[in-house]
């Protein structure tokens, strides 16, 4: 017997629907965003409902402690952290008080979520604050365990930074294959350059339809991203880029004329790479394998560590993890990053260089593992970054590395943070 037919949801539902999954992945799974978003999205038929069940979870992550306590000021009862009705009036408000959507849209299309269910109390609450002209406060509340973890490592005046940071979409900035084009370039993608080899995109059309993307005139990777290979300098050498997947730092160290072992474990991750190769026409040998198993041929003049991390520097592109990475996470990372540092450091040749780099605001995955390495290793040096490696503004620690921190270039967008750190081996 035929089946009988379900009734195609009314349009902007579906959408919403895969954002309920998406972000019930995140803060209940304690899964990434960029890596929950195909199952969350699978039912969907466009495109846009993808980008759209994205951007409203991204919306929601940025804001989150905002949009609870507006939530908790318009009901009686607290709801549970995982309510699901807490969940969709959460998508409904960020819609209406960060994305511009009409009151009447964002709640009905977000009503058919909790239908048989909580209906009458999302669409009281809802109604309540929406009465009350509720708006998101000037200030963004950072999550509370965030913001204790990064005042005691940076001090109050990063937490400002951090909170103006988030409630913003940060820019695009693309690094060049050729340097020598950076006047032009700045020009053709009508953005600004704060270094040689960078631009910061300006309005237009979307990445992939900007002028010299499809030559592979360049890529993209935010300015912070960007300094762990440019501090490596130019050079004919071997280099070894150690957990390289999806290379942009390969693509770097190609473009500077080294001679690039791209490894990473992840097969998938390096398909990306080798797409990025392609695109760009510059070559490196892929090394798929464990780097805590695999042993070279012979030793490098180079080898970038860019280890994997909590990645909480990246938190203005990936704001879920405000709300997924804990201390036991920083810790296993940690941990992580001190065994592959011990074995990068030994396939680097005497006189040749070692950089480190992590994507995160947390010193016990930059500062404290240089510490501890430098107090093994006395065949290691701290190469000190200089102020002419950097973009006008940004300065290298007294300890000769480099960290960067939510405030740097303020004015001109922001950057990521990141840890850095450029080593010799002396013997
Ligand atoms: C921060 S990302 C690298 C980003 C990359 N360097 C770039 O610039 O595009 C960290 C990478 O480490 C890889 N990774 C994690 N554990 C690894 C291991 N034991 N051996 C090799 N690669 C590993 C991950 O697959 C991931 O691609």
């Not at 009281?124 to 990064?150: I, N, S």
């Not at 080798?274 to 760009?280: G, I, K």
């Not at 701290?382 to 004015?411: N, S, Y």
Request: overall charge negative.
């Amino acid at each position: 017997m035929a089946r009988p037919r379900l009734a195609p949801e009314p349009p902007g539902v579906p959408a919403r629907r895969a954002a309920l999954k998406l972000l019930d992945a995140v803060l209940r799974r304690g899964l990434a965003l960029e890596a929950a978003l195909d199952n969350a999205a699978a039912g969907l038929d466009r495109r846009e409902d993808r980008a759209l069940a994205h951007a409203i979870v991204a919306q929601v992550l940025r804001r989150l402690p905002d949009l609870d306590a507006l939530i908790d000021s318009a009901t009686q009862r607290r709801l549970a952290d995982d309510a699901k009705a807490r969940s969709v009036l959460r998508m409904a408000l960020a819609q209406v008080l960060a994305m511009d959507t009409p009151p009447h849209a964002a709640i009905s299309t977000v009503l058919p979520l909790v239908d048989g269910g909580p209906r009458k109390l999302v669409h009281g609450v809802f109604g309540t604050l929406m009465r009350g002209e509720a708006a998101l406060p000037e200030k963004t509340t950072l999550p509370p365990k965030v913001a204790a973890r990064w005042k005691k490592a940076w001090g109050q005046d990063m937490l400002t930074h951090a909170a103006r940071a988030i409630a913003q979409q940060p820019p695009t900035d693309v690094t060049l294959r050729d340097t020598s084009e950076t006047d032009a370039l700045a020009t053709d993608l009508n953005g600004t350059s704060l270094m040689p080899g960078h631009v910061r995109l300006g309005d237009g059309p979307g990445v992939t339809d900007r002028p010299g993307f499809a030559e592979g005139r360049w890529w993209v990777q935010d300015i912070a991203a960007s300094l762990p290979a440019r501090i490596a300098g130019g050079g004919s050498g071997r280099a070894l880029d150690l957990c390289a997947a999806p290379g942009g730092k390969t693509l770097q160290l190609a473009a500077a004329g080294w001679d690039v072992t791209a490894l990473d474990i992840s097969e998938s991750r390096l398909g990306r790479l080798a797409d990025n190769l392609e695109r760009t026409g510059l070559s490196a040998k892929a090394v798929t394998a464990d780097a805590l198993e695999w042993e070279p041929d012979e030793s490098f003049d180079l080898v970038l560590l860019d280890a994997p991390c909590s990645a909480t520097g990246i938190f203005r592109r990936h704001p879920d993890v405000l709300h997924r990475v804990h201390p036991r996470l920083i810790d296993e990372m940690a941990e992580l990053q001190e065994r592959l540092l011990a074995r990068a450091a030994d396939w680097v040749r005497p006189g040749g260089l070692l950089v480190y780099a992590t994507c995160s605001l947390e010193p016990a995955e930059g500062e404290a593992q240089i510490e501890r390495f430098t107090a093994a290793r006395d065949d290691f040096a701290i190469d000190p970054v200089l102020a002419d490696e950097l973009p006008e503004g940004v300065f290298a620690d007294k300890k000769g590395w480099l960290r960067t921190l939510p405030g740097m270039l303020e004015g001109e967008g922001g950057m990521d943070g990141f840890f850095i750190c450029r080593m010799m081996r002396t013997r």
